[in-house]
Every structure is written in structure tokens, then in C-alpha cells.
């Protein structure tokens, strides 16, 4: 299947976030809540998870890499939420030290993946392309395909995969990877132009992670996206009795690019704000302001997860601040 990935969402589910379709026919919750960046350890990543699902997030993504796979499990059953309510993703990693996995190792990891968990992800992704040697990408998707026919895995996909990654694996798939989580923000958009054209092409949905990034990572703050998301803010206030802060905005924009939005948070209130964005109605936004956030954040390159997307793959020549 191919065809550019849509970019409104399906109607709400049970607790009134919307889902985005996946080119092999499932959805997904909108809006993730990451166990990876902000959470620090075993204790907080249950808790926080179980607050995070009793706020009504309904989507967690994890990886092996992040060692919270058993957490992200002992939070959907401590929530009494029930995982047939909750959208769960992960990862295939590398070791400790880094260093690319041997392809006869795969299954077994999935396998303690899977063990951990206490169920089949929904989404089940390789981290980035170095997880194994160059050489071993295609058979390593060729294993997640395998696995996928067997019922062992369900969605399939990829993470901060380059053009030529995506290039690779897609000359010789039997099923398309649904998605490419990636950094994703107005400050990449020129950079990643190629991925996205790929993405286009695919079907491929585009997963964002650190979309909050040029608010709070820039050193600007933002710089001249800020005014642009101050004034959408104030529309919204006025036109629809919204009072959202310029990071609610961005993520509205990131929904509106037909994005998956996966943001993170330790802290007890912002988990409770992100849940309230992520049952926001579709469509606060109009064409004009996303287009203009769009424009403004193509001139510059700004990227915080520099290890794997820009190895190999030039950047192009913007401004950074
Ligand atoms: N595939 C990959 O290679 C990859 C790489 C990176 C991340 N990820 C995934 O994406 C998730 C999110 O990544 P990210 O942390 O870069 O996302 P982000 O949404 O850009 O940033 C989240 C960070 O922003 C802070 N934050 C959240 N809401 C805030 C608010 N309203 N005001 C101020 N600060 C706020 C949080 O800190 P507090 O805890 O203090 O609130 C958190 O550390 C990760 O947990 C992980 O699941 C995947």
C-alpha cells in the first residue's frame, strides 16, 4: 500500500483522543506519553505511567533500550485501565556498549521484549538504523516481517531512519514499515524534506519525538516562532474559550502535520496538561497558521538528537539560531 499517510484523524475513541489510520489498516492514539527522555527510574516510570493513564493518555511508547518495557506493563495493570484501552510501543535496541546486534539474536529479544511487556506491542520498531550493521538492516526487517506473518509481532516500523535506510529496507519489503518516529519539529522540516517525501510516498506515517524541542531546547526559546504561536494562542483564547500555552500550540501543529506527537514528562501537572491537549477537537488550527508555522521554522536547522539523523545525511546550510 502507498499513498501520502492522511492527515485528520479517525473519530474518537473511548476516551475522546483521536487516532491516526496506519497504512495496514490499524490506528493510533495521536498523542504519546514517552517513558524514555524524562523518566529516570523503575519507580517513577510506573508511577508516572499509571498517572499518565489515569489522566486518560491512552498511548505509551518504550523501547528495550529505555529497560522500562516491564514498567510500561506493571502501570497498565496497576491503572486497572486495561491494555486493550492502551496503545503501547517499543523498540528493538542494541547492548549496552553501543555496538551493533547479531542478527540470530533478534527473535530472542523480541521474545523478552514481548516477555517483559506481559503482551505483543501494538508498534514494534527498530530504534535506529545502527541497531545492526548496514549490511544486516534488510534481513533485520526481513525477521520483524517474519515475526509480523506469524502473529508474534502486530504494526511494524522504523526510527530515525535516513533516506537511504528507507530506501533500503523499502526495495525489498513485504510489508511497508507504518511509521518513521523521528525528531520532528518546524526547525528540522528543511532537513528532513527527503524523509518526508519518502514518507509521502510510502504511506509511511511520520512519528514526532522531541516536538516540543524549539521551545524549550533552542536557546532562543522558540526565537520567531514564538510571536507566530503567541497570536494563534490569543485566536484561540478569544475564538473558542481555549487558553493554551504556546507549548500546546506546537503540538497542535505537529497533529495538524498528520503527525503522531510522542512528548514526555515526570512532572505530575504537565502530564495532567498533556492529557488535556492530546482530547483537544481537531482542526484549532486553520491551514494559514500551520502553513505559517511551517515557513517560518523551514528557515532554520535545529535538531537536539544529532547521533543518528545527521550521520551521513548533510544538513542543510540554515541558520541555527
Ligand atoms: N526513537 C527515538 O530515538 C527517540 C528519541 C528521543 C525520544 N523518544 C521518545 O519520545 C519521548 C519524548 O521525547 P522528548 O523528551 O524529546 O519530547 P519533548 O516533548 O520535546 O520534551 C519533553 C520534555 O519537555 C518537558 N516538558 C513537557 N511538557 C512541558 C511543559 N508543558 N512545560 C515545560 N516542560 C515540559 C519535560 O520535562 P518534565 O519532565 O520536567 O516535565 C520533558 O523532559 C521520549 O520519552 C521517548 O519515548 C524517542
Known amino acids: 500500500m502507498g499513498g501520502e499517510a492522511p492527515r485528520r484523524t479517525l473519530r474518537a475513541s473511548f476516551n475522546k483522543i483521536d487516532s491516526f489510520e496506519l497504512s495496514d489498516g490499524t490506528s493510533i492514539p495521536w498523542l504519546a506519553w514517552g517513558n524514555g527522555s524524562a523518566v529516570k527510574d523503575s519507580h517513577d516510570?510506573?508511577?508516572?505511567?499509571?498517572?499518565?493513564?489515569?489522566?486518560?493518555?491512552?498511548?505509551?511508547?518504550?523501547?528495550?533500550?529505555?529497560?522500562?518495557?516491564?514498567?510500561?506493563?506493571?502501570a497498565i495493570e496497576e491503572s486497572g485501565v486495561g491494555k486493550d484501552r492502551v496503545y503501547v510501543t517499543s523498540k528493538l535496541g542494541?547492548?549496552?556498549?553501543?555496538?551493533p546486534i547479531a542478527l540470530n539474536t533478534v527473535r530472542s529479544r523480541i521474545e523478552i521484549t514481548v516477555q517483559k511487556l506481559g503482551f505483543i506491542p501494538d508498534l514494534f520498531l527498530i530504534h535506529n538504523p545502527h541497531v545492526v550493521t548496514s549490511e544486516d538492516l534488510v534481513p533485520c526487517w526481513k525477521i520483524l516481517e517474519e515475526l509480523k506473518d506469524e502473529g508474534q509481532l502486530k504494526s511494524i516500523g522504523v526510527s530515525n531512519f535516513r533516506p537511504q535506510d528507507l530506501n533500503a529496507i523499502l526495495s525489498q519489503a513485504k510489508h511497508k514499515p507504518v511509521v518513521n518516529q523521528i525528531e520532528y519539529h518546524p526547525f528540522v522540516l528543511s532537513h528532513l524534506a527527503p524523509v518526508l517525501a519518502i514518507h509521502e510516498q510510502h504511506g509511511i506515517r511520520t512519528e514526532a519525538f522531541g516536538p516540543l524541542t524549539p521551545l524549550l531546547r533552542h536557546s532562543s526559546g522558540g526565537g520567531p516562532l514564538v510571536p507566530?504561536?503567541?497570536?494563534?494562542?490569543?485566536?484561540?483564547?478569544?475564538?473558542?474559550?481555549?487558553?493554551?500555552?504556546?507549548?500546546?500550540?506546537?503540538?497542535?501543529?505537529?497533529?495538524?502535520?498528520?503527525?503522531?506527537?510522542?512528548?514526555?514528562?515526570?512532572?505530575?501537572?504537565?502530564?495532567?496538561?498533556?492529557?488535556?491537549?492530546?482530547?483537544?477537537?481537531?482542526?484549532?488550527?486553520?491551514?494559514?497558521?500551520?502553513?505559517e508555522i511551517t515557513e517560518v521554522g523551514k528557515k532554520f536547522h535545529f535538531r537536539h538528537y544529532t547521533e543518528h539523523m545527521e550521520v551521513n545525511f548533510p544538513v542543510p546550510n540554515l541558520p541555527s539560531e
Open 45 to 74: 516510570a510506573i508511577e508516572k505511567g499509571v498517572h499518565a493513564l489515569k489522566c486518560g493518555i491512552d498511548h505509551i511508547d518504550t523501547a528495550e533500550l529505555y529497560q522500562f518495557e516491564r514498567e510500561t506493563g506493571e
Open 94 to 99: 542494541w547492548d549496552e556498549d553501543g555496538k
Open 228 to 291: 507566530v504561536l503567541q497570536r494563534i494562542a490569543e485566536r484561540l483564547a478569544s475564538q473558542h474559550d481555549q487558553v493554551l500555552d504556546l507549548k500546546a500550540v506546537l503540538l497542535l501543529w505537529t497533529r495538524a502535520m498528520g503527525a503522531v506527537a510522542v512528548s514526555a514528562s515526570k512532572n505530575s501537572e504537565r502530564i495532567k496538561w498533556l492529557a488535556k491537549v492530546a482530547k483537544l477537537p481537531e482542526d484549532l488550527l486553520t491551514n494559514e497558521e500551520v502553513n
